[in-house]
């Protein structure tokens, strides 16, 4: 393993571009389209919206015979954290005799195509989702191939032809050369394996931990990205003015929109103990770089409600990308995931050097974007309890539009039915305070109550006492205020009824 310092190594159809000199807010669109000349990907939005700039982003995999791609959404992605990664764009598709891609060649036969601006980053969520075919042996139903466009816009074609393109590409594929399909790596494998990253940290001759950047300007601005946890906590203590990476879809939104330039960038995707999940009878453990699209899958069948809220979170290339740490770190006052977590009694997992200590996360705001993390301290992971017998789990997200929208508000409560009445009822929002919050008068109505008994006038009463009412641009105070109380109606009469059936 070799290690450059002021140089991005990553592998590119075959050979190994080898970045150098370059800014760490460099954005992989920008590097791509400017110093590569590989202009098919697109930039629309330049904020993770409109999916024109999708390319797929690939590490190897676990037995390092082939690598896992992931859509991403080019835009926001800092190129300093494609190190040690393989990357394909819309021209990585096209084979060397000039055969196109299935999704290529059907996308043309079913004019999927129209001014083009939004073609690129379109082929390129389903070059990713139709890999998933082969194995499965029949096609993508029209549902999951929605859900695969939900971070894509075209506003002049139209999806139907591009869904048919999507069907027919399948059905071809699968009739003929089913490896059609496969996005090809197999030049990429040796070449990732050359550039593999550092997996242990490195020590100095006193045997202090001491982390490489990957990128370090003569002003001493450097991006690091550590291999393990340890080098983590060390760097922040020493570098308490960090700003930690993750997924990036908040910080390429400030780095893009804001022209952020943090001095000192740690990103957190090379470290393994951050992207494991561990799982006990009551609880999972999710660590700081598991990203949303893992929780959503780890979380279906428990939570079919929690994982819809997610599966409308962001698209796919965000919900790649993105993790639950950086949505609870981040505390806009209407992240999706925290009212699920409070609901379902979540604790943070902090850290600060070789130091640990849990905090709930109804516990974790202070104000607005404010939290009680202390300088050199992270999250370090999720402890997500699994529900008790008798426990149901409820949430419900309201937005304009159904994908790829922010939440007017978005309502999640966990309780029980003992003798018929609501019990352990924990009831928890964001958009109606400066962070999301549980609600604990709402939370006083409902306890004890037996669904019939709850009344709208109780829960309207409460919603008045705890918050305050104030206008916002996605919705009006009285339209959340309305939801947010006609949700909780909702649960408890879905509870009675059930209760009823059963
Ligand atoms: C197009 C688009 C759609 C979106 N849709 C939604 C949506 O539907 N719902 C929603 O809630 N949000 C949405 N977001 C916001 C964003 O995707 C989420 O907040 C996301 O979970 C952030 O995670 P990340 O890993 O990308 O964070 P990053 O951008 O990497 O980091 C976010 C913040 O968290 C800090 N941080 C990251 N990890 C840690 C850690 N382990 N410890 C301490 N601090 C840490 C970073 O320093 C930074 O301040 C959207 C964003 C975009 C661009
Ligand atoms: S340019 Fe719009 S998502 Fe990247
Ligand atoms: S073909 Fe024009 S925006 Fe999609």
């Known amino acids: 393993m070799t290690q450059v310092t002021n140089t991005v190594r990553f592998v590119l159809d075959g050979r190994i571009v080898e970045a150098q000199g370059k800014r760490r807010t460099t954005t992989v669109l920008d590097y791509l389209r400017e110093e590569l000349h590989r202009t098919g990907t697109k930039e629309g939005c330049a904020e993770g919206d409109c999916g024109a700039c999708v390319v797929l982003v690939g590490e190897l995999n676990a037995a390092g015979t082939g690598v896992d791609y992931l859509p991403v959404n080019a835009c926001i992605q800092l190129l300093p954290s494609l190190d040690g990664k393989s990357v394909k764009t819309i021209e990585s598709l096209k084979k060397a005799d000039g055969t196109l891609h299935p999704v290529q060649d059907a996308m043309v036969k079913c004019h999927g195509s129209q001014c083009g601006f939004c073609t690129p980053g379109i082929v390129m969520s389903l070059a990713h989702v139709v890999q998933v075919v082969p194995g499965r042996g029949q096609g993508l139903s029209r549902g999951e191939i929605s859900d695969a466009l939900s971070g894509n816009l ?57 982390v490489q950047p990957v990128v370090r300007t003569k002003k001493g601005s450097e991006f690091v990205s550590p291999a393990t946890l340890a080098e983590v906590a060390q760097y922040l203590v020493q570098n308490p003015g960090t700003t930690l990476l993750a997924g990036s879809s908040e910080i390429g939104l400030q780095v893009n929109k804001q022209f952020a330039r943090p001095g000192h960038i740690c990103y957190l995707g090379n470290v393994a103990e951050l992207k494991a999940v561990t799982e006990t009878s009551k609880a999972w453990r999710i660590g700081a770089m598991v990203s949303l699209e893992t929780v959503l899958a780890l979380v279906k069948d428990t939570f079919p409600d929690f994982a819809e809220v997610l599966r409308r979170f962001g698209s796919p290339p965000i919900r790649a990308t993105a993790t639950l740490a950086g949505n609870i770190a981040n505390g806009s006052p209407i992240g999706d995931s ?64 159904f994908e790829q929208d922010i939440s007017a508000t978005c309502c999640a409560m966990s309780f029980s039915l003992v003798g018929g009445k609501l019990k352990n009822v924990k009831l928890a929002y964001n958009g109606l305070a400066p962070s999301p919050c549980r609600a604990p008068k709402l939370e006083a109505v409902l306890e004890g109550k037996a669904p019939a008994d709850v009344t709208a006038d109780a829960l309207d009463g409460a919603i008045a006492a705890s918050f305050t009412a104030r206008d916002g641009l996605r919705a009006t105070w009285a339209y959340r205020s309305l939801v947010a109380r006609n949700l909780v109606l909702e649960f408890v009469e879905d509870a009675a009824e059930s209760s009823v059936a059963a």
């Open 338 to 401: 925290m009212p699920c977590l409070m609901a379902l009694g979540a604790t943070l997992v902090l850290r600060r050097g070789d130091k640990q200590r849990t905090v709930a996360l109804d516990k974790f705001y202070t104000g607005q974007k404010q939290t009680v993390l202390q300088a050199g301290e992270f999250i370090e992971a999720i402890e997500l309890p699994k529900l008790a017998a008798g426990q149901t789990f409820r949430a419900h997200k309201v937005s304009k539009r």
């Open 154 to 210: 075209c506003r002049c074609t139209g999806y139907q032809p591009i869904i048919q393109a999507t069907q027919q590409a399948c059905s071809t594929a699968l009739a003929t050369d089913p490896s059609s399909l496969a996005i090809d790596s197999s030049a990429d494998v040796p070449l990732l394996k050359e550039i593999k990253r550092a997996t242990h940290p490195t020590y100095s001759l006193d045997g202090e931990i001491v």
